[in-house]
């Protein structure tokens, strides 16, 4: 497959903080089985083996890790609102990583890639996924959810989203919204998904870092609030879950 290659300009901006993109990602049509905009029902990496490299602008990823659940042994596990949780297939490590580098493979010079992450993996540490990519952590945001969840000691009433970018590592010309907190509040209705994130605040990260009709990818997608992200703000959303 043949690579794509994005368009950057470099004219002069007046400051770092500049609302302009100087940067341009490649026109993509949908690859062989796959459909803009819709739900679709496959395997992850799948669908990202079929994406050419360096053709994504922004990408999201929320990985369905357990590893604070064997850590901690809450014992819910099949129980209330563990149920939910227990349903859902689980990523292994190595699995985690495969996808994180498909990622990366697929997106443009300076792309994103945003990274849900719970509190667990944040203070153990999550390097070891980083390996072999060209991605850099240059931002992190705490969500929080305005209800209290689990916790061994402290319940926890947040979540974080790690902030990657794809060499090279570039604020000026790509990040053009300045005014998103790194403290978001807001909350999501509860029973559609155990893991359903903020339509809003992917909504404003979309608009900061592509431009109208962009294609924003979410190869996990859960709840599939990333494509209801894409729709508000404009961008096109290729994205699946085993669940469709």
Sequence with gaps: MLHAKPIITDAPLAT???????????????????????????????????????AIPVAF?????????????????????????????QMSEKTIQAFIA??????????????????????????????????????????HKGRIGMGYRTRRTSEHLVVLQKKPRRAKGIWKVHTIPDIWSEQVKPGSHAHKKPTQLQGELIAAVSNPGDLVIDPAAGSFSVLEACQNTGRNFLGCDLNG
Excluded at 32 to 46: E, I, Q, V
Excluded at 65 to 81: A, I, Q, T
Excluded at 111 to 132: I, Q, S, Y
């Design 61 to 89: 990823f929320d990985p369905q890790y357990r590893g604070v659940l064997d850590k901690l042994s809450y014992g819910n596990e099949g129980v209330s609102r563990g149920k939910a949780r227990c349903s859902l297939a």
């Design 102 to 143: 498909a990622i990366s493979r697929s997106l443009i010079p300076s792309g994103h890639l945003f990274l849900w992450m719970d509190k667990f993996h944040l203070c153990t540490g999550f390097a070891n996924w980083l390996e072999e990519t060209a991605l850099d952590v240059v931002d992190m945001l705490t969500w």
């Design 16 to 54: 770092v903080f500049s609302k302009d993109r100087c940067i341009t990602a490649p026109a993509l049509n949908a690859p062989a089985g796959l459909h803009y905009n819709t739900r679709l029902k496959m395997d992850g990496l799948d669908l990202l083996s079929k994406l050419p490299a360096n």
